[in-house]
């Protein structure tokens, strides 16, 4: 099993910057790729950015350019520059398993408002 606990999230002007935080804890050896998600009420949940246990990153089109995936151990972040309003959303952890397993953060909330 593996626990993730997301952190970071909150208010943010348009045009600013936010760091999410994932920490990773349990059987972190089985993970092969962490993801970041979002999702807004209504809607189906998004993937937003990837991580594979190769350091390999890659982010949607929608926010290539702004986002950032990285890691340093048994955190993954996302760093989020030049945030719009169409970015608000509960953002998710994901740790994608070896054995096919998927398991999620409790997620946090961005909102970008003036």
């Known amino acids: 099993q593996v626990q993730l606990v997301e952190s970071g999230g909150g208010l943010v002007q348009p045009g600013g910057s936010l760091r999410l935080s994932c920490a990773a804890s349990?059987?972190?050896?089985?993970?092969?790729?962490m993801d970041w998600y979002r999702q807004n009420p209504g809607k189906e949940r998004e993937l937003v950015g990837r991580?594979?246990?190769?350091?390999n990153t890659n982010v949607v089109d929608s926010v290539k350019g702004r986002f950032t995936v990285s890691r340093d151990n048994a955190k993954i972040y996302l760093q989020m520059n030049g945030l719009k309003p169409e970015d608000t959303a509960v953002y998710y952890c994901?740790?994608?398993?070896?054995?096919?397993?998927?398991?999620w953060g409790q997620g946090t909330q961005v909102i970008v408002s003036s």
């Open positions: 349990g059987s972190i050896f089985s993970i092969s790729a």
């Open positions: 991580i594979t246990n190769s350091g």
């Open positions: 994901s740790a994608e398993t070896d054995y096919g397993g998927r398991s």
